[in-house]
């Protein structure tokens, strides 16, 4: 079993659409949880980061975290075309600096 | 702030040849970068972490001598891949550790994408 899973689509929605997309994980130690956008052939950039249990909203994006269920989830809302892109999970332990990245979801905004 | 670039952003050659990757933190320095390969469709496989002034520490199942890893200076991490193959064509990407009070974040340079003939 992988220590952290994501489903890699591809998702597709229509444009304005809200997007759900998650990630489960076995790592009961796992205190902070990351997003990161990335487009095709560029490198991963931070969206939003969340320590521990709870929810953190960022204009059009709400993470939250639920230690309980070992699942975390990113929400997009009023999705745009400018939004397709790759969206990779990650998690790390307090004190280690190794991240556990997702496989990635890929999302297609559809216009 | 917190900017990493890499240098080249694309590079192809020729089987048997040896090719160098730059990785550079550019407004701040740091005593950690990390070296990422990542094939189409999959995620991030983390490859080493290097360690200014020493050696670097590899993944299970990374080759040490084949990707040789230097980090001379707290902004600049570079990673050579020797006697390079096809099934050596990779995205590479480095990342550099900013260390906060909370925890450790990484900032990601744009990637190299290595094509071996």
């Known amino acids: 079993q992988k220590e952290v899973e994501q489903d890699p689509g591809p998702l597709s929605v229509p444009e304005g659409a809200i997007v759900s997309l998650n990630c489960t994980y076995s790592n009961s130690a796992f205190q902070y949880f990351m997003w990161y956008r990335q487009y095709s052939r560029k490198g991963p950039e931070l969206l939003m980061y969340?320590?521990?249990?709870g929810n953190k909203e960022d204009g059009r994006f709400t993470a939250q975290v639920d230690k309980s269920s070992k699942y975390i989830s990113l929400f997009i809302r009023d999705s745009q075309p400018s939004d397709s892109a790759t969206y990779l999970c990650?998690?790390?332990?307090?004190?280690?600096?190794?991240?556990?990245f997702g496989t990635g979801t890929r999302l297609k905004v559809l216009a | 702030g917190a900017v990493v670039s890499q240098h080249p952003s694309w590079v192809i050659c020729k089987s048997g040849t040896s090719v160098k990757i730059e990785c550079r933190s550019l407004d701040f320095q740091a005593t950690t970068m990390f070296w990422y390969r990542q094939f189409p469709k999959q995620s991030l496989m983390l490859m080493a972490t290097s360690n200014e002034g020493s050696k670097a520490t590899y993944e299970q199942g990374v080759e040490k001598d084949k990707f040789l890893i230097n980090h001379a200076s707290l902004t600049l991490s570079t990673l050579t891949v020797t006697s390079a193959h096809p099934e050596d064509s990779s995205f590479y990407i480095c990342s550099a550790r900013l260390a906060r009070v909370s925890y450790n974040e990484q900032f990601f340079g744009p990637g190299t994408r290595l094509t071996v003939l």
């Open positions: 990650a998690m790390i332990t307090s004190g280690t600096y190794k991240y556990i």
């Open positions: 969340t320590y521990s249990s």
